[in-house]
């Protein structure tokens, strides 16, 4: 017994069996301990720790850039913020409280810079105003200021999001190798973000800004068509001239100064569809005013039913004092055209050409008088009888226009649906009647330049009838400039909120400039030889 006590003693001491005795291994012990399950327990907890720090770094980045995404610098005689938002479109808002906003499509990806022109300083603006030498140096400086502002936005934002996010990790981890991985991955957020729009900027992003605000500071703002940038060497002189403007815009509010159009320039604003809506004048008057227009064009529907009594509306068009071009609309009478044609600054067009501020028009009435009849999609589309009376109406006027002494700029019909024949007979088609403002270019004719057809909103809102659907029809009008050559080069679609609402926009479209042949071939300078029409892009 005590010999075995000892090996007993002694196999517990060591391990091992007692002399004489087979040695035996734990086989039922190894073949117990799970082979896969631990690993993808650790497996798992990594995931979830990665994700974790994916989720804070997120949120550190997002509450680094509400808290410091913003700086405050001078631009010019202005106090401005700038400041950096997630967003999915990128673009630039450039607030100018209380005349509205620029909207700019600047850049891509997924942060958006605001620039609000806050405090002014009365006078050190008005030392400006009163010293033309100051005001150019003042607006010169504008661009390195914007340049150092958006620097140190950038370096700001990205140290603070790399900051909160630091801290958020540490209170959530407690662990400084999880904060360090969390703050590694927001600097790449932030830095990756903020690299894309630098990566995806477009400085001629400044030719077609989109503006919000008081409509009769739009011009002072945008300027004149003739002069924006169109490379990136000018899009400095822009912003100067956008902060020049501004500051006096500030200063003269009771006389807002506008933009004088290059010599040769024509401003023609194309009305259509007023619908007895006794504000369209107002505004009518208000745009011919702060735009500069030479010429007005009403493609029709200016009454509702055509009667006597209506004929009377049409008295404010001597007070715009401005050549107004106008033919007849489906809601138009005879009666109706005669009380147009008894206005002393007016021309009535019915299958006929005129020449106003250098600019051969031609146009043509619309063959119905169907007052009871409704522009809406509900109301059906065109009997086929009805089709071909307006397609034989377009084609009287190609005739017109093709047997006209002079080259026909702009054709005048109500209905689009008689543009179609007009195609190759000149290079711009303006029509009404939908209530839907519409750009497009028609089918091709061999051989001829291309026209484009611009259909026109409702300037007096649809009238009564914009009151019958649910939103308000929107009065709209559209301001076109012409170069000395008389082609289009531009144009403003101007858009007031319905009866009951009072917000503004104004889109400018810059048209591109005719492709230069590759290898174009000397012309003799007597020799006159065909453009080609521009056609639009946005």
Known sequence: MDGQQNDESRRDRDGSPPAGRPRRFPQLRLSAVPRGG?????????????????????????AGVVAGGNVGTDIGPFHARLSVSPATTGGTTVDIPPLGSLLLESHDGPTHLTVE???????????????????????????????????????????????????????????????????????????????????????????????????????????????????????????????????????TVSALPVYEPEPGTTRVLHISDLHLNPSAWQLIRTVTEQFGIDVVIDTGDITDWGSEPEASYVGSISLLEKPYVYIRGNHDSGRTAAAVARQPNAVVLDNQTTTVAGLTIAGIGDPRFTPDKSTSPASGGLSQPTANELITTGEKLAATVRSSPRPVDIALVHDPAAAGPLSGTCPLVLAGHTHDRQVNTLPEVPGQQPTTLMVQGSTGGAGLRGLESDEPTPLAMTVLYFDQERRLQAYDDITVGGTGQTQVNLERTVIAPPPTPLNPTPTPTTTLSPTPTPTPTR
Do not use: C, H
């Not at 979830?48 to 949120?59: G, K």
């Not at 620097?151 to 999001?161: A, C, E, K, Q």
């Not at 989109?210 to 703002?221: K, M, S, T």
């Open 117 to 251: 022109l806050g405090a002014l300083d009365q006078g050190r603006v008005e030392a400006l105003i009163d010293d033309p030498a100051s005001l150019n140096r003042a607006t010169q400086s504008a661009v390195d200021e914007v340049r150092e502002g958006v620097m140190r936005l950038g370096l700001r934002t990205v140290g603070s999001s790399v900051l909160a996010t630091l801290v958020l990790a540490l209170l959530v981890f407690r662990d400084t190798r999880r904060a360090a991985w969390a703050g590694g991955l927001a600097l790449l957020i932030t830095a990756g973000s903020l690299g894309s729009a630098a990566a995806t900027i477009r400085p001629q992003s400044i030719e077609e800004p989109r503006y919000e605000g008081l409509l009769v500071n739009a011009p002072a703002i945008v300027g004149d068509v003739r002069k924006i940038a169109d490379d990136y060497t000018r899009y400095a002189e822009q912003l100067q001239r956008l902060i020049g403007n501004v500051t006096q815009l500030y200063t």
């Open 38 to 62: 631990a690993g993808r327990q650790r497996g798992l907890r990594r995931f979830a720790v990665a994700v974790a720090v994916l989720v804070v770094a997120l949120v550190g980045v997002l």
